[in-house]
């Protein structure tokens, strides 16, 4: 059967508009369907239901590969690794895989914690002064301090880590146009093309030097980069030089962006949700009290995992995973040809009124003990799925409940930004609007 199609006039001005609700508002249209969008020579097709979702990213992986839209511009930030296809994501799965076990990563808590609070101490000056903070800078600065110290073994110096955080935010979003007209030649200048260059140029200064002396000298360190010259060492110079430089942009992107997004979003939502922010509050300072946070800490912060997977449910980091038919196949009843785009969205499926009542409202009672009601398996996967699930899910929910708790054991956050907030269309899922908060001690005065 022929899936239904919306033409170029219904959707070019919504996408325009606003990229990322358009896509949901589609899938609504369609109650789920697969459907055909008619972007000029663009046609990719809309994946939104569950099941479909799940013969895509489980069922039949191996004939929906990551190529084309995103991929390409991707793939010249991180090069062919964890984000990849066929040898090089078997290669770097297999080399990073126990770098991001469950285990593995509650060996890091402690220290992960120790450089939280180290980071949040230096917030103080903000907080005594009452300065308005940009809040995804500030965010991204501290998740990428700790990440460097604990994963890195703070082989960054501080000075190339204020260096490589921005440029990454920077290569990530600004292939924002390329990612909405992917037909585009990669000759063809499009907006964001030289900040892109400028910042993969940065980070390679960053990192290449250390690749290069971690392959001379490899140690026996468990920092990410000895592990990986370790496993590496083995395989040709310029080969060994450039899969490690891939794996380590991976990692860094994996460990840090989907915390330093995700916890952008929270605070307009706490600010939104008085009632979610007064229950965190309180879960905080039962919890931690006012001391600084620790790894002992987390188990019993179950009120902040409930918040942080709703916060995953409405606003999905990784927003967008498209694929490609590689074979022709039927997704249901629908026939879809080679070299076709499906466009899969854990931003759409995770609003289908299908599967989740009062699908925009914020509500993490739907997640909290005992109350989860069941649902299809991808109904909900901000982290993907299939063998390309994401390999830094149990990292962030380490790292991101351990930050919000030091975070608001100190402070309680007032919020500054225009609503509604528009994500924007990049790698990761952020407000396209400055989002500023002020950080008031506790005990120094309420919350606005």
Partial sequence: MRPPALPLRRTLRPLLRDPVHALGSFARQTNGQVVRLS???????????????????????????????????????AGRSIISDGPDWESARRVMQPLFTARYV???TQGMAEAIDEGITALEPYARAGRWIDICAEMGRLV?????????????????????????GIAATSFASRLLLPFAPEWVPMPGDRAFRRAVKTIDEVLMPLVRQSLREPGDGNDIISALARAR????????????????????GASVETTAVSLTWLWPVLHDHPEVAARL??????????GPVDAA????????????????????PGWILPRMAAKPGLLG????????????????????????????????????????????????????????????????????????AGLLARFRPQVRAPRPLTPFPAASLRPKELVEVRLVPVGGGAAA
């Fill in 39 to 77: 972007l000029g020579p663009f046609r990719p097709y809309l994946v939104s239901h569950p099941d479909h979702v799940q013969h895509v990213l489980r069922r039949d992986w191996d004939n929906h590969p990551r190529e084309g839209m995103l991929w390409k511009p991707v793939e010249r930030l």
């Fill in 106 to 108: 509650a060996s890091l």
């Fill in 144 to 168: 990428s301090k700790t990440v460097i110290r604990v994963l890195f073994g703070s082989k960054i110096s501080v000075a190339d880590a204020e260096r490589l955080g921005p440029a990454y």
């Fill in 233 to 252: 060492r083995h395989e040709d110079g310029p080969e060994a030089e450039r899969r490690i430089r891939d794996d380590l942009v991976s990692i860094y």
């Fill in 281 to 290: 509050y309180e879960e905080v300072e039962t919890v931690v009290g006012r």
């Fill in 297 to 316: 800490c987390l188990p019993r912060l179950t009120y902040m995992r409930a918040v942080f997977d709703e916060l995953l449910r409405l606003y999905p």
């Fill in 333 to 404: 009843d629908v026939p879809i040809e080679a070299g076709a785009t499906l466009l899969i969205s854990p931003f759409v499926t995770h609003r289908l009124e299908e599967f989740w009542d009062r699908p925009e409202e914020f509500d993490p009672e739907r997640f909290a003990e005992g109350a989860q009601e069941r649902r299809h398996r991808y109904a909900y996967f901000p982290f993907g799925g299939g063998p390309h699930v994401c390999i830094g899910r149990h990292l962030f929910y380490a790292e991101a409940p351990l930050m919000v």
